[in-house]
């Protein structure tokens, strides 16, 4: 018996790791590339013949008609950060809201909320396009940051589920020290939902750092200087100027994820907790 599961287990390592070196292959392709001296698509070789870091310098510093990628990331990061505020301050209001206040309706909407969020939500892009357009909010930075902020509401859910494993007995010991909802929330919830507050941040952020889809169907004047980093990369990718910005495309697309990838590595130990804090209970 011991034998057969060891052989069993050398077979699903050595799954495992094929699996896995078939997954990591497209990464370190566009590393590899990122750092060609070859300007198009070299199909010929996997890893370059001649190295080089001309398309860091040209992304960054050498802006053209067809990469401003400076602003490109100013762009996305300042509709990533106000998006990671208002999301993670609604959510969180909303979330406490659910969890420790009791008012007519709540189950309800609760019920309500659950079978919304099983809709993806592409299904009210067109709606939403259209909604924004008559308010002429479409082609704007402020636009896009009402819908990622809007849209992230029923990702309460998550925060209550965290919330919930928290002792009612700790409220109610506020509350007879005298303690109102907004004392109890401050002093006693939020120390307590580190963990969910770092997941959601960082959730939130995500959201309009590596979004396309929303972003191409709202930001569709034509004009780059306006574009986040997934429109202006995509753009790269034209039958027209692949060949000569392939390698710039993916240098690119290696920056943008060096720092939600920091990011991320920094708050991990507490992003683990909330995720597997608010999967406890919903």
Not at 64 to 88: E, G, H, L, P, R
Not at 96 to 118: D, E, H, I, T
Not at 173 to 201: D, F, H, T, W
Not at 235 to 243: E, G, H, Y
Request: charged share 10%; net charge positive; aromatic share 14%.
């Amino acid at each position: 018996m011991k034998i057969k599961k060891i052989i069993i287990s050398c077979l699903l390592h050595i799954l495992l790791a094929f699996i896995t070196f078939v997954w990591i292959i497209p990464i370190i392709w566009l590393v590899v590339t990122a750092f060609s001296g070859y300007k198009g698509i070299d199909i010929s070789h996997f890893f370059p013949e001649t190295w080089s870091v001309k398309n860091f310098s040209t992304i960054l510093f050498k802006p053209d008609s067809v990469v401003q990628y400076v602003t490109w990331f100013k762009n996305t990061f300042i509709i990533a950060v106000f998006t990671c505020i208002i999301s993670t301050v609604f959510i969180f209001m909303v979330g406490y809201a659910f969890c420790c206040l009791r008012f007519p309706g709540r189950k309800q909407l609760m019920v309500f909320s659950v079978v919304l969020n099983m809709f993806p939500g592409v299904l009210s892009m067109i709606a939403v396009y259209f909604v924004l357009k008559s308010l002429g909010l479409t082609n704007s930075h402020i636009g896009m940051i009402i819908v990622y902020s809007a849209g992230s509401g029923l990702g309460f859910l998550i925060v209550k589920g965290f919330m919930d494993t928290i002792p009612v007995s700790l409220r109610e010991s506020a509350r007879l020290e005298g303690a109102n909802e907004l004392q109890i929330m401050l002093n006693i919830i939020i120390p307590i939902c580190k963990p969910i507050i770092v997941y959601q941040v960082i959730a939130s952020f995500l959201v309009p750092w590596g979004d396309f889809v929303l972003a191409k169907l709202m930001l569709n004047s034509g004009l780059s200087k306006d574009w986040t980093i997934a429109i202006g990369l995509y753009n790269m990718l034209d039958k027209s100027l692949i060949n000569k910005y392939f390698s710039i495309f993916c240098a690119g697309g290696l920056l943008v994820s060096i720092p939600i990838s920091i990011l991320f590595l920094l708050m991990q130990k507490f992003y683990i907790e909330g995720v597997s804090g608010g999967a406890i209970k919903g």
